[in-house]
């Protein structure tokens, strides 16, 4: 998961200097936790994390009602339609296959959080 | 089969013992084979004697106690529907019938008793010994080969699966690699001066070169697994390419090369997937400006394909070095790395055509190319109106817009004017 890790901080690298305060947590429940304790406006979703996976972290957002609303966008390097049928079923804001363009990741997150109401 | 590579073993099957006694004393006669002997008076009793010791010919009288010599073909009868063990039937009757019916139940051959010689009767049986011996070895080449089949087949399925593992896993590290020059070169993590700048732009160029080549290599193993897929839409292939020869103008000014658009008629909207289309458009023109002298003309034409038009026809010409005639015939297969010994080391993975051919076949179109050494090149697709649905990669789906063979997987290229 190193290399997933290095993207990871690549991807928030660029986030803060959009202004956007970005946490990032390579752990499923960890990341449940850290969501309900403190909201965000949105949450960048891996399908494939440690710990439950990107879909259990979906289910429990949305079962809480501090996040139920947060906007969720999926990445998977997955290309199986199951995954994304499963994905889909919460409703995301977006949901990219890996490899990504990183740049139209970038732009959606700008569309998504300035056509959203931040939440919380 | 043959038991070893003595005698071969015959079985006698008559009710009658006189009759055994017979064909025993015809089989032992004479100059040729020798057989060895064994003998069964009854359909169930010949069976059990194919089974536990199966004989290389069974010689079996037409009447029998419990059925007939058809019974005993019927029974041995191999899933080809022919005994794998040869039977010659000796029949008690002059009637042709008979005979006839023996043949086409699968019987090596049919003697009449009446008209028995020892000759014929060792002829019979040594015939019959014979063509089973060379059956069996056909039969065991036959396995053997479908068995190395299988072995390939299953080899080239974990090449290609592989090919997908490298081609994945190569590109996680390569985006990272890219994502960091970027974020340096884009002054996230402090300042950088613009030689600093100018080297991470070196990095990024390499990197997105080696990101296509992964592409490239990923893409021709989905054409060849056929597990590429297009998404086709109504497409203008002529502002298509326009848009393409305007995005390589740059490159062609930079190398002196004179890039031209020429349109004929007006081509038909025709369903293409556009991404697919542009690829296969810069690969060619690409090839097209590498291999051109500065001062050369690259010419791009699209015109309407077939009277009435049913589809549109994409010609890239250049006066380049051209190819040698020899290799004209290759240019579309996978991997090969042609062209002039001279400009050597213009490489790549000699994917780029190979993937064009693909590509433009997943569309139901065609490619062809003509070129002579010394007078240039031209490189040609067509997209048909009417894209055939079934089987995506459907290789016979010509409809004859030109003459030539067409270049499916792995068949001869079209190529014209040599």
Known sequence: ??????????????????????????????????????????????????AGGGLLVAERLRANARTAAVPII???????????????????AAFFEKPFDSALLLTTIDAVLGTEAPVG | MVNGDVHPLALLLAGNPGDRALCRQMLRGGAG???????????????????????????????LSDGTGLDLIAALAGPEGRPAV?????????????????????????????????RGMRRAVANAVE????????????????????????????????????????????????????????????????????YLHIVRNSCDRMS???????????????????HPVPTDVGALARDVVAEMQPLALEKGITLAWEAAGEPPQVPADPCRIHEVLVNLLSNALKFTEPGGRVTVRVAPEGEPPDGVRVDVTDTGVGIPTDQVPHLFERFFQGRNPDLEG????????????????????????????GEGSRFGFTLPV??????????????????????????????EGL
Do not use: W
């Open chain 1, 1 to 50: 998961m190193e290399d997933e890790q290095d993207l990871a901080l690549a991807l928030a690298i660029r986030l803060r200097s959009r202004g956007y305060e970005t946490v990032v947590t390579h752990d499923a429940l960890m990341g449940v936790n850290m969501a309900v304790r403190n909201p965000p406006d949105l949450v960048l979703l891996d399908v494939a994390m440690p």
């Open chain 1, 74 to 92: 999926f990445i998977t390097a997955s290309k199986k339609p199951e995954t994304k049928d499963r994905a889909m079923a919460f409703s995301p």
């Open chain 2, 33 to 63: 084979d020798r057989y060895v002997l064994s003998e069964a008076a009854t359909v169930a009793e010949a069976l059990e004697r194919c089974r536990t010791a199966p004989p290389d010919c069974v010689v079996t009288g037409y009447a």
């Open chain 2, 86 to 118: 040869p039977v010659v039937l000796l029949s008690g009757t002059s009637d042709e019938r008979i005979a006839v019916e023996a043949m086409k139940a699968g019987a090596r051959d049919c003697l009449f008793k009446i008209r028995l010689s020892g």
């Open chain 2, 131 to 198: 063509r089973g011996r060379l059956e069996g070895c056909l039969r065991e080449n036959q396995a053997r080969l479908e068995g190395l089949n299988r072995d390939l087949a299953r080899k080239n399925a974990d090449i290609q699966s592989f090919y997908h593992t490298v081609s994945h896993e190569l590109k996680t590290p390569l985006t990272v690699i890219r994502e960091f020059a970027m974020i340096l070169a884009d002054e996230l993590s402090g300042p950088v001066n613009d030689e600093q700048r100018a």
């Open chain 2, 212 to 230: 296509a080549m992964i592409n490239d290599l990923l893409d021709s193993s989905r054409l060849e697994n056929g597990k590429l897929a297009i």
């Open chain 2, 346 to 373: 213009m490489g790549g993975l000699g994917l780029g055509l190979n993937i064009c051919k693909g590509l433009v076949t997943l569309h139901g179109g065609h490619m062809d190319v003509d070129s002579r050494p």
């Open chain 2, 386 to 415: 009417n894209r055939k649905e079934e089987g995506r990669c459907e290789p016979n789906s010509d409809r004859g817009g030109r003459a030539g063979p067409r270049p499916g997987a792995g068949d001869p290229v079209a190529v």
